[in-house]
């Protein structure tokens, strides 16, 4: 069975800061990986994913087969990245999603 | 397109009795999938609809039961609630069932159960 682990409740830096979002997977298989967010008073939403490669809103995120971790990178914080961060992987084929417990990034102006 | 609705928004049951959630999916979409995200968790997938019939299941017991409608909309079914059964239900509906894709998330019932 597949596992998502995100290690880190509640992230707080200050506003320019660079930040990192840890997620760790396990499976035996090659998963697509994909980050989600959430914020305030919004509804969950995809933020990106491995396959594509690209950069939203200047995050980027690289799957790291060897150390099964997909961890989430800005350089520099912005306050309107506040919100709540998922880790989320897909076996492949149907659509039976895993997340993470999430972490909640707080940038502090 | 007002996205993937959820009806009711909020919901407070007694232990013991059902409950029945309810979700449209986005235009066009043809796969529902439901969560529950208990507090502080992470959403935990319960199961999958595509062509009204059940596609995955996570690991939830038989109480939670689903249907969808030719129309694509779905229910999600609950008997003999729990305490523990309280949560945020999530609907998120998306294109394909075939691989994996962009799923559109609703906003959520509240199921409260005293």
């Known amino acids: 069975a597949q596992r998502v682990t995100q290690p880190e409740k509640l992230l707080s830096v200050f506003k320019g800061a660079p930040v990192e979002l840890k997620c760790n997977y396990s499976y035996s298989g090659s998963p697509e990986l994909f980050w989600y967010v959430q914020y305030s008073r919004q509804r969950l939403q995809l933020l990106l994913r491995h396959i594509s490669r690209e950069s939203i809103k200047g995050f980027t995120a690289d799957l790291n087969k060897g150390e099964t971790s997909f961890h989430l990178k800005k350089p520099f914080a912005q306050e309107e990245d506040s919100a709540m961060y998922y880790c989320a992987l897909i076996p492949g084929g149907y659509q039976k999603v895993t997340f993470g417990t999430g972490t909640k990034l707080q940038v502090i102006p | ?114």
Do not use: M
């Not at chain 2, 502080?40 to 109480?63: A, V």
């Not at chain 2, 909309?73 to 691989?99: F, I, P, Q, R």
């Open chain 2, 1 to 114: 397109d007002a996205g993937v609705t959820q009806s009711p928004t909020h919901l407070i049951k007694t232990r013991g009795q059902q409950v029945t959630l309810r979700c449209s999916p986005k235009s066009g979409h043809d796969t529902v999938s439901w969560y529950q995200q208990a507090l502080g968790q992470g959403p935990q997938f319960i199961f999958q609809y595509y062509e009204e019939e059940e596609r995955q299941r996570g690991n939830f017991p038989d109480r939670f039961s689903g249907h969808q409608f030719p129309n694509y909309s779905s229910e999600l079914n609950v008997n003999a609630l729990l305490l523990g059964d309280s949560a945020l239900y999530l609907c998120a509906s998306s294109l394909t069932a075939g691989g994996p894709d962009e799923q559109y998330f609703g906003p959520g019932t509240r199921l409260t159960v005293t």
